[in-house]
Every structure is written in structure tokens, then in C-alpha cells.
């Protein structure tokens, strides 16, 4: 069965400092990877997928993330935070075309003044 | 383009009663998935519909039921409501039937029960 783990419920960074979330899946075969924010009180929004091709990818509003097939990683970064940056984070992985999201547990994302 | 728009926005009930909430669809989208979302807790799948049908399930009990209106509008249904369903419920309009590699999930802003 598919599974999706974020290590670490809070991270909290400085304005300006790097950003760095983690993810590590578990899949069978060759999985569909994303990174989803969710501002408080609102649903979900893309900030990037892996689905084939290159390995890393970028997303809006400054994140990217690496696709590690050795690794079952697709860490979530940023060079530089910004205060509008926090949110909470989640990872999720889907492996059938169309099919259902499996989420993780969610990274909250604190930015510092 | 409204984007995916659910109804209502929140929602107050007690214990064994039923509730009904609504989801439309991106315009252009044929595909409905429905999540739930625990306080703390990422996004869990419930179902999802294409073409009227129930295409696929999570590991919810047959008290949350749905259905897919002819044009591409949802219901999630939830009967016999327990402390334990109060949570954010999600709507994600896809395109299934464009046959296109990558089906991308775009999600309305929720609607939040809660059972009292």
C-alpha cells in the first residue's frame, strides 16, 4: 500500500532563512508526487508536482522540490522564507492515473520576523 | 472560472443526525473526489465519482454516500453523524474523461461540520 510520511508537525524558520520540508513515500510503482498549502480556513492549493521527466521540479511562489527515487524522498525547499509562507504543508502521493490522493500528516510552517 | 465551490461553508448538528453537502465542479471537469480531514490531520480519500458512478472508495463506513448529478455536481451524504465525523470535508473536481496523462485535483475551500 502506498504510504506518505512528513517528518517533523512544525517546523519554524526565520524570514529569510531556508526552507526546508520533508517527505519520504512508500510505492510499489513509479509514483505521481506532490505538495499541497493550505492557508487557515481555506482548501487546498498545488504548489508543484512530479509526475515524470525531470527530477526537480519548481513550483509557485519560490518552492521547489527534488524527486529521489533512491531515497522514496520529495523534500519540499526554499532559499529564502517569507512571512506569507506560513501555512500548512502536505505531501501526497497518487499512483493510478486519476486516482484517489494519499496525504501525509502535514508539516505547519511558522516564519519568524 | 468559479473554480470548485462547496456548500455551505459550515455546518452544526448533533449526534445521529444526517447531513448533506454539496460540491460544483471546475467548469470543464467530469470527476468528483470527496476527503476528510480530521483537526491536525492531512486530507483522508472517502470516493470519488465519475459519470454518476462511484468510481472508487476509501475505508469509510456505508454511512457517507453520494452521488454525481448529470452535470458533474456532487453530494456527499452522511447518516447516523458521530462525535468522530466532525471535520473539514473537501470536494476535488477533476478531468477524467479528457484522457490526459495526469489528472490534476483542484480542491474547493471546504465545507466544516460539526456534530455536537
Known amino acids: 500500500a502506498q504510504s506518505v510520511t512528513q517528518l517533523g508537525s512544525h517546523v519554524s524558520v526565520s524570514e529569510g532563512a531556508l526552507v526546508l520540508l520533508r517527505c519520504n513515500y512508500s510505492s510499489s510503482v513509479p509514483p505521481y508526487l506532490f505538495w499541497y498549502v493550505q492557508y487557515p480556513n481555506q482548501g487546498l492549493q498545488l504548489l508543484l508536482k512530479y509526475t515524470t521527466g525531470a527530477t526537480l521540479v519548481k513550483g509557485i511562489n519560490g518552492f521547489e522540490a527534488e524527486f529521489k527515487k533512491s531515497e522514496t524522498s520529495f523534500h519540499l525547499t526554499k532559499p529564502s522564507a517569507h512571512m506569507s509562507d506560513a501555512a500548512e504543508y502536505f505531501c501526497?502521493?497518487?499512483?493510478?492515473?486519476?486516482?484517489?490522493?494519499?496525504f501525509g500528516q502535514g508539516t505547519e510552517l511558522s516564519v519568524k520576523p | 472560472d468559479a473554480g470548485v465551490t462547496q456548500s455551505p461553508t459550515h455546518l452544526i448538528k448533533t449526534r445521529g443526525q444526517q447531513v448533506t453537502l454539496r460540491c460544483s465542479p471546475k467548469s470543464g471537469h467530469d470527476t468528483v473526489s470527496w476527503y476528510q480531514q480530521a483537526l491536525g490531520q492531512g486530507p483522508q480519500f472517502i470516493f470519488q465519482?465519475?459519470?454518476?458512478?462511484?468510481?472508487q472508495r476509501g475505508n469509510f463506513p456505508d454511512r457517507f454516500s453520494g452521488h454525481q448529478f448529470p452535470n458533474y455536481s456532487s453530494e456527499l451524504n452522511v447518516n447516523a453523524l458521530l462525535l468522530g465525523d466532525s471535520a473539514l470535508y473537501l470536494c476535488a473536481s477533476s478531468s477524467l474523461g479528457q484522457g490526459s496523462s495526469y489528472n490534476e485535483q483542484f480542491f474547493g475551500p471546504g465545507t466544516r461540520l460539526t456534530v455536537l
Open positions: 465519482y465519475y459519470e454518476e458512478e462511484e468510481r
Open positions: 501526497a502521493v497518487i499512483t493510478n492515473q486519476g486516482g484517489k490522493l494519499i
